[in-house]
């Protein structure tokens, strides 16, 4: 697989996982207690984060795409390359903060107030998620031999 598929490939797996995030937050709505509704939060809110990052990568992608010839494309393949294996690095360190402020949530924020012991998880359960994600891109990516 080129570089080029393989960051569509990630966009559309990220895209799943927004609707799954979407799905989840609104059915944890349904349960109308506040540790739920901060699970719901959580959810819901990086539901549109990541379909906004989704949205404007595919967007800048195709315009990298679109603007290089194929001889240009494969000539830019490792910087590409590059580029998105130090992100998807960069994304995964940010995720380990990401789980660690959703526990210093619940432990300090959550101390009384359900609503942030359930956001706290939320933070936990989508960096953690992320985390993954971006870990397990990173190293495939890196194994994407250039042509």
């Known amino acids: 697989m080129d570089i080029w598929k393989f960051q569509r490939l990630i966009l559309q797996r990220l895209v799943i996982w927004v609707s799954i995030s979407i799905a989840l937050g609104l059915a944890f709505l349904l349960f109308r207690d506040e540790y739920w509704n901060g699970m719901a939060i959580q959810f819901i809110a990086w ?8 949205f404007f990568g595919k967007r800048s992608l195709e315009r990298r ?7 240009e494309r494969q000539a830019q393949a490792e910087t590409e390359r590059a580029k998105l294996v130090r992100t ?3 994304n995964t360190i940010l995720d380990a903060f990401y789980i660690i402020g959703g526990r210093l949530a619940m432990i300090f924020l959550g101390r009384d ?13 989508q960096g953690s998620f992320l985390f993954f994600f971006d870990l397990i891109h990173a190293r495939l990516a890196s194994n994407i031999a250039v042509k």
Not at 65 to 71: E, F, G, P, T, V
Not at 113 to 125: F, R, T, Y
């Open 88 to 90: 998807l690095w960069i």
């Open 113 to 125: 107030s359900l609503l942030w012991q359930g956001m706290g998880l939320g933070i936990i359960l």
């Open 47 to 54: 539901a549109v984060v990541n379909l906004a990052i989704a």
């Open 65 to 71: 795409y679109a603007s290089l010839s194929k001889a």
